[in-house]
């Protein structure tokens, strides 16, 4: 059974950084995306950012392009996402989720870890 445990939230100033890191088990990642998403109060979940585990090619989403950097441990199979220069808007619900390369649908998820970012 594919099993994704994040950890790494918690509460930062505005301007401040946090490393959220996705243990990943249960199956070969080698042929797989990893990604984060994020779910604000009220708001639907959005991506956030990307990265193929054999080749390590990424994704980001606009917003947090230049200030969220995700990376991937093999030895570990372990996803981290550092964010840097963290804004009150980057205050959500953050997912770990992983698809087969080249598929669209996330079929597993983490239970999420809360960022809070204050201004």
């Known amino acids: 059974q594919v099993q994704l445990v994040e950890s790494g939230g918690g509460l930062v100033q505005a301007g401040g950084s946090l490393r959220l890191s996705c243990a990943a088990s249960?199956?070969?990642?080698?042929?797989?995306?990893m990604a984060w998403f994020r779910q604000a109060p009220g708001m639907v979940r959005t991506f956030v950012a990307a990265?193929?585990?054999?080749?390590?090619?990424?994704a980001y989403e606009d917003s947090v392009e230049g200030r969220f950097t995700i990376s991937r441990d093999n030895a570990k199979n372990t996803v981290y996402l550092e964010m840097n220069s963290l804004k009150p808007e980057d205050t959500a619900v953050y997912y770990c989720?992983?698809?087969?390369?080249?598929?669209?649908?996330?079929?597993?998820w983490g239970q999420g870890t809360q960022v809070t970012v204050s201004s």
């Open positions: 249960g199956r070969t990642f080698s042929n797989y995306a």
């Open positions: 990265i193929n585990w054999n080749d390590g090619s990424t």
């Open positions: 989720a992983t698809r087969p390369v080249g598929g669209t649908e996330y079929d597993f």
